[in-house]
């Protein structure tokens, strides 16, 4: 069965520096894609960065980049020169099963920048 | 474009009730999924719909409920309301197609508290 784990419950991040979020995932397809979710304190999940797992690069969104390492079965989130708003909960998810249509969550890190 | 709609943002009921929240997806999207979000249990996944058709069920038990609308819009209901119903309702939607990279957009959440 798939399953998504987050380690860190919360991290502290000094504004403009760089800060890895962990993830590592368990899966039995072999083609999946991982996404990460920032939820700010409004509540409302928004889409940061997609995975892929046939994707030969790591992806990289603006600020957001996912290291991608297939072999040990993680995708860790780096967000380079944090902000305060950059303050939230962080999830890393994937598709369920095959030919479902559910996704599996984490259980999140919370995240906070600090001035 | 608009994004997820959900409305009420806030209910508070009491055991025994029932409660029907909404969502209004983006405009095009065939596909709602409605996520519950505890503390304690983090995002689970409840059910989707496409084209008013139910096509994934979560594990909840049969006092949750949905439906989907020909416009897209679905509704969900939970009746006999217990304590440990209070959480934060997500609903997400998206194209619907049964792709790894099919991403989901959240709106801002139903916060329903039972007394």
């Known amino acids: 069965a798939q399953k998504i784990t987050q380690t860190q419950p919360g991290m502290f991040v000094q504004e403009k520096e760089a800060v890895t979020l962990d993830c590592t995932y368990d899966?039995?397809?072999?083609?999946?894609?991982l996404f990460w979710y920032k939820q700010p304190s409004s509540g409302e999940m928004i889409f940061l960065i997609y995975q892929g797992s046939y994707d030969q690069q790591n992806a990289t969104e603006g600020r957001y980049s996912l290291n991608f390492q297939k072999a040990r079965k993680s995708a860790n989130l780096v967000i380079s020169a944090s902000q305060l708003g950059d303050s939230a909960m962080y999830f890393c998810?994937?598709?369920?099963?095959?030919?479902?249509?559910?996704?599996?969550f984490g259980t999140g890190t919370r995240l906070k920048v600090l001035a | 474009k608009a994004g997820v709609t959900q409305t009420p943002r806030y209910l508070i009921k009491t055991r025994g009730q029932q409660v029907t929240l909404s969502c209004s997806p983006i405009?095009?999207?065939?596909?709602v999924s409605w996520y519950q979000q505890t503390p304690g249990q983090g995002l689970q996944f409840l059910f989707e719909?496409?084209?008013?058709?139910?096509?994934n069920k979560g594990n909840f038990p049969g006092r949750f409920s949905g439906r989907q609308f020909s416009n897209s819009r679905s509704e969900m209901n939970v009746s006999t309301l217990e304590l440990g119903d209070s959480a934060l309702y997500l609903c997400a939607s998206s194209l619907g197609r049964v792709q790894d990279n099919e991403k989901l957009f959240f709106g801002s959440g139903t916060q329903l508290s039972v007394l």
């Open positions: 899966t039995s397809d072999p083609s999946y894609g």
């Open positions: 998810a994937m598709r369920g099963p095959s030919g479902t249509y559910k996704y599996i």
């Open positions: 405009s095009g999207h065939r596909s």
């Open positions: 719909y496409f084209s008013e058709t139910q096509r």
